[in-house]
C-alpha cells in the first residue's frame, strides 16, 4: 500500500494517521465468497494474479489509476476483472513473455469486485491493458457517468482520498 506524505485526522476513529494510503484492493474476486469455505480448495484455482472458479469464471487482478487531482501520484484500487477463457488462455500464455504488453490488445471484461464508496460496481464494464511482466495490468473503466469512471476520467482530490479513508476505517470497525 502505498502512502501520501501528509497525514490527516480521522473523523471516523479521531486519530491522527500519519500517511493518507493511496491504494486499496482485494485479494480475491467478490465471487469467491460465494463458494461454500469447504468446497473452495476443489472449486477455486488462483494465484495472486490469476483466479479459475469452477474452470468456468476467470478472472484477472489489475490497477484502477485515479489521478490526483491536488497532489502527486496516483491513487488505485485493486480489483480483479472477469475475462472471457480465450482472453483468460491469451493472458496465461504470455504471462512470462517479455514484451507482452506490445503482443497483447486490449481485453474487454466485468468489474468483479465490490469497491466501497461506490454505488454498485460489479459488472462495470471495463478494458484490461496488459503492461509488462511484473505491473499489474491497467484497468480502464468504460466512460460512464458512474462516479468511479468520472474519477478515472477526471482525477480525484486529496479531500475525496481522505473521506474513502475514513469511510474505509469505520467499515473496519
Request: a negative charge; glycine letters at 6%; charged letters at 30%.
Amino acid at each position: 500500500m502505498s502512502s501520501y506524505q501528509t497525514g490527516y485526522l480521522c473523523r471516523c476513529c479521531g486519530k491522527r494517521h500519519e500517511e493518507l494510503p493511496m491504494s486499496y484492493g482485494s485479494p480475491v474476486p467478490d465471487y469467491y465468497y460465494d463458494i461454500p469455505v469447504e468446497e473452495q480448495e476443489s472449486r477455486i484455482e488462483m494465484n495472486e494474479d490469476l483466479c479459475i472458479i469452477d474452470e468456468e469464471y476467470f478472472f484477472i487482478r489489475g490497477c484502477i489509476e485515479i489521478p490526483v487531482i491536488d497532489g502527486e501520484g496516483t491513487f488505485i484500487w485493486d480489483v480483479w476483472v472477469s475475462l472471457s477463457e480465450g482472453n483468460f488462455d491469451r493472458t496465461n500464455d504470455y504471462w512470462e513473455v517479455e514484451g507482452r504488453e506490445k503482443e497483447l490488445e486490449p481485453m474487454f471484461g466485468w468489474l468483479s469486485t465490490s469497491i466501497p464508496c461506490y454505488s454498485e460496481t460489479i459488472n462495470l464494464k471495463t478494458m484490461v491493458h496488459t503492461r509488462p511482466i511484473g505491473v499489474r495490468p491497467y484497468i480502464e473503466l468504460e466512460p460512464t457517468e458512474h462516479p468511479l469512471a468520472i474519477e478515472q476520467r477526471e482525477g480525484i482530490t486529496i479531500d475525496r482520498i481522505k473521506q474513502i479513508a475514513e469511510e474505509l476505517c469505520s467499515e473496519e470497525e
